[in-house]
């Protein structure tokens, strides 16, 4: 069952499915266009109870539907920075996934700049770096449209979006979110004092890896680049082994298996 904590505000923007209050380290996780919180209950369920997950739920979907949406992402950043100071007494990684990791950049620069200093490590899976462009228009496409991109990156089932009733719930979210990171523009030369860990699909028709090692411009603590086979979603096949990779990075052991020591 998805729980919430943190306090005040927080309370509304973050999703505890696996609490583990004794981790030494919080992974901030910022879904997808479109993406809610509860995309990261399987990351959640491999990284605990050393690494707790944080997944954040954006205005307008699911539980906080009746919220205004927010299109901008400089403004949604400032937004989920504040909802986190509560938790700015420990260590917060982020890991975001295709907007998610433009989000996670924009989150980084602000914690960087705040009390608690840079986040530990910043993960970016499926997108090309800041500062890389391409002329998307996909917010501006009718419902027809857009649904049928939504299905070709394989975002969700084909057929999942026919419902009229469904549509004019998810669709709204869905474009604003597209607004919001296909209107982004990184100021040129904005770097953060963060290792950076780029995933990626190898078939991914919205990053290519020379955009994806890109980041490294965007970072004066390191980065490197994983390929996994698979497209825009490739993380469905691969939560195991992504999950590995985390610990890794940050230095936390897999918990031991029941009847285990170590």
């Given at each position: 069952?998805?729980?919430?904590?943190?306090?005040?505000?927080?309370?509304?923007?973050?999703?505890?499915?696996?609490?583990?209050?004794?981790?030494?380290?919080?992974?901030?996780?910022?879904?997808?266009?479109?993406?809610?919180?509860?995309?990261?209950?399987?990351?959640?369920?491999?990284?605990?109870?050393?690494?707790?997950?944080?997944?954040?739920?954006?205005?307008?979907?699911?539980?906080?539907?009746?919220?205004?949406?927010?299109?901008?992402?400089?403004?949604?950043?400032?937004?989920?920075?504040?909802?986190?100071?509560?938790?700015?007494?420990?260590?917060?990684?982020?890991?975001?996934?295709?907007?998610?990791?433009?989000?996670?950049?924009?989150?980084?620069?602000?914690?960087?700049?705040?009390?608690?200093?840079?986040?530990?490590?910043?993960?970016?899976?499926?997108?090309?770096?800041?500062?890389?462009?391409?002329?998307?228009?996909?917010?501006?496409?009718?419902?027809?449209?857009?649904?049928?991109?939504?299905?070709?990156?394989?975002?969700?089932?084909?057929?999942?979006?026919?419902?009229?009733?469904?549509?004019?719930?998810?669709?709204?979210?869905?474009?604003?979110?597209?607004?919001?990171?296909?209107?982004?523009?990184?100021?040129?030369?904005?770097?953060?004092?963060?290792?950076?860990?780029v995933l990626v699909g190898d078939s991914d028709p919205r990053v290519s890896v020379a955009?994806?090692?890109?980041?490294?411009?965007?970072?004066?603590?390191?980065?490197?680049?994983?390929?996994?086979?698979?497209?825009?979603?490739?993380?469905?096949?691969?939560?195991?082994?992504?999950?590995?990779?985390?610990?890794?990075?940050?230095?936390?052991?897999?918990?031991?298996?029941?009847?285990?020591?170590?």
């Open positions: 069952m998805s729980t919430t904590g943190g306090g005040g505000d927080s309370e509304r923007w973050i999703r505890r499915f696996h609490r583990a209050p004794e981790s030494r380290v919080k992974l901030v996780c910022l879904p997808h266009a479109g993406g809610s919180a509860g995309y990261y209950l399987p990351l959640s369920e491999l990284l605990g109870p050393g690494i707790e997950v944080l997944a954040i739920q954006y205005p307008g979907r699911q539980d906080r539907w009746h919220e205004p949406l927010v299109e901008d992402i400089g403004t949604l950043a400032d937004l989920i920075t504040a909802a986190l100071r509560p938790w700015t007494g420990g260590p917060l990684a982020l890991f975001g996934h295709s907007m998610g990791a433009v989000l996670g950049f924009e989150v980084a620069r602000r914690l960087q700049d705040g009390p608690a200093g840079p986040p530990p490590a910043l993960f970016a899976s499926g997108r090309r770096a800041p500062s890389r462009t391409r002329n998307e228009r996909v917010h501006l496409l009718g419902d027809d449209d857009l649904v049928a991109e939504i299905e070709a990156l394989q975002g969700t089932a084909p057929g999942a979006l026919a419902d009229p009733e469904l549509r004019a719930l998810v669709l709204p979210g869905v474009r604003a979110d597209y607004r919001a990171v296909e209107t982004y523009r990184c100021p040129p030369g904005v770097t953060v004092d963060v290792p950076v860990t955009e994806a090692e890109a980041w490294s411009e965007h970072t004066t603590a390191g980065s490197s680049v994983q390929v996994f086979p698979g497209g825009h979603f490739y993380l469905a096949e691969a939560w195991a082994e992504i999950a590995g990779r985390i610990r890794r990075d940050l230095a936390v052991a897999p918990a031991a298996a029941p009847g285990r020591k170590g």
